[in-house]
């Protein structure tokens, strides 16, 4: 974006719109924010046009300026009382608007993008791009102007999933949400550098002898000023982020150390399983990544298990199912986690190299369970020993429950009622006390 300095006012412009820049837009608002008396109030409004990107690739730059410049002369000459102008980066304008009444600025608004979405609907037909505006409603004038932007960026952001309007409105729980992320991400990359990620490990228990069998890795994020926080506060955030691929691999070097540091000190080892999120099928290297980790520790892969969710098979099933086919051939065996959970069960079992089922913790759920689950529950124990596959049955937390499974002969559960996750050191206690 090139600038030029407002000679009047020191304030820098834009040069391609002639609106301020963000620094300047936000030093101007405070200004006008100031002279609002009493109860009045004004709104803050961030546009954002879809599909602008795609402008900019299949059209010219030049095309994509002159889409922007519309733009900036329609919301100039507006009649929804805008008050300051500015633009923060690419398509995103900023208006502070001097009415903070919603139904009123809800209506002038969507006719706006309706009237410019029609403007332009047949100038780049192969982009296709849409106007939308997200808007905060400015309540305290002396509210700090970064947070007011960052509220209306915050709004501007829903645009994405409402796509049944062009105008959204702040939300402040989203907002909350949003910040809360941020601050889990801003320490992400320390924590994993400074081992504050660490592996706890849930037994696995054959069901007929209640012998530890197997156990599954989960990670813990361990701050050393803080609380523990649960993978489903961070794991979503780092498949977003791609950090999910540093993290999966932690975890499965960790589990691989220990391995190998019990081989070599010759005590028992079980098989251990490991998370494996979609995005790391993605990459090319996986394969080879995953084979340098088990030769690195040299030890037998049949002591690695990894779990993949049933519902990854809802998208690309034949890719991955080729990825599955060569992890398979290195010797590791694969689980298939949630199983029941998704749409697509019992496909599954025809052409993928599936070893273990682990039967989704949800059929457990009601307080006892119902007719319908414990038929899925024993035809799937059934229709998986047919086919020589084991069968974990998850969140066990009753007697009565493990009974039920024993009676059916299912083959493994892992459960409260068994044991919870616990740290890999008292992990291996419990491993050394069940070999001995
Ligand atoms: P999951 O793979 O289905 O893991 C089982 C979850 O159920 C674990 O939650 C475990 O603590 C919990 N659980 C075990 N027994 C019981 C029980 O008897 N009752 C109940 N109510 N819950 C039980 P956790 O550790 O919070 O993990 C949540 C999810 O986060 C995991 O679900 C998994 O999808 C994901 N996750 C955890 N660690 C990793 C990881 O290292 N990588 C990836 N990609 N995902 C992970
Ligand atoms: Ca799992
Ligand atoms: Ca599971």
Redesign the pocket.
Same mark, same amino acid.
């Given at each position: 974006m090139d600038n030029v300095i407002d000679r009047s006012n020191g304030f820098i412009r834009d040069e391609l719109t002639g609106f301020y820049d963000l620094d300047s837009f936000k030093l101007v608002m405070k200004e006008h924010l100031d002279k609002i008396e009493g109860v009045e109030t004004a709104a803050i409004v961030s546009t954002d046009i879809a599909h602008f990107e795609r402008v900019n690739n299949l059209y010219t730059r030049k095309a994509a300026n002159k889409l922007l410049r519309l733009l900036a002369k329609e919301l100039f000459q507006n009649n929804f009382n805008g008050i300051c102008y500015g633009r923060s980066v690419a398509d995103h304008f900023l208006i502070l608007v001097e009415d903070g009444r919603r139904d009123i600025l809800e209506k002038r608004l969507q006719m706006f993008c309706d009237g410019f979405n029609y403007m332009i609907r047949d100038r780049y037909p192969d982009a296709a791009p849409r106007l939308g505006v997200g808007v905060y409603i400015i309540e305290d004038v002396e509210e700090c102007c970064n947070e007011i932007v960052e509220k209306v960026n915050s709004a501007r952001k829903k645009l994405r999933y409402v796509k049944q309007s062009n105008v959204a409105f702040y939300d402040e729980k989203r907002f909350k949400k949003a910040m809360h992320d941020r601050e889990i991400e801003k320490h992400m990359v320390y924590a994993l550098t400074h081992d504050e990620f660490k592996v706890y490990l849930q037994p696995k228990f054959r069901i007929e002898d209640k012998k530890l069998v197997g156990a $599954?890795a989960l990670a813990r994020w361990v701050p050393d000023d803080g609380d523990m926080i649960y993978p489903d506060e961070f794991i979503p955030l780092f498949e977003e982020n791609g950090m999910i691929q540093q993290m999966d691999f932690y975890v499965l070097d960790k589990v691989c150390k220990m391995i190998h540091n019990r081989l070599g000190s010759k005590k028992a080892c079980i098989p251990i399983?490991v998370?494996q999120s979609r995005v790391l099928l993605k990459s090319e290297t996986y394969i080879d990544d995953i084979s340098s980790v088990i030769k690195h520790y040299e030890i037998p892969s049949e002591f690695i298990e990894l $779990?993949l969710?049933e519902r990854i098979f809802e998208d690309a099933p034949e890719e991955i199912s080729s990825i599955m086919w060569d992890v398979k051939k290195l010797g590791i065996h694969w689980s298939i986690?949630d199983f029941g959970s998704g749409y697509s069960s019992l496909n599954l079992f025809k052409s993928l190299p599936v070893d273990v089922i682990?039967l989704d913790k949800g059929f457990l759920d009601e307080a006892q369970i119902s007719r319908t689950s414990k038929v899925i529950i024993r035809k799937t124990v059934e229709l998986s020993r047919e086919l020589d596959k084991k069968v974990v049955c998850e969140g066990v937390e009753t007697e009565e429950q493990a009974d039920y499974l024993k009676g059916i002969n299912c083959d493994m559960a892992q459960g409260y009622f068994y044991a919870r996750p616990m740290p890999m050191e008292q992990f291996e206690r419990l491993l050394d006390i069940s070999a001995s």
């Open positions: $599954e399983s998370n $779990e969710t986690d682990k």
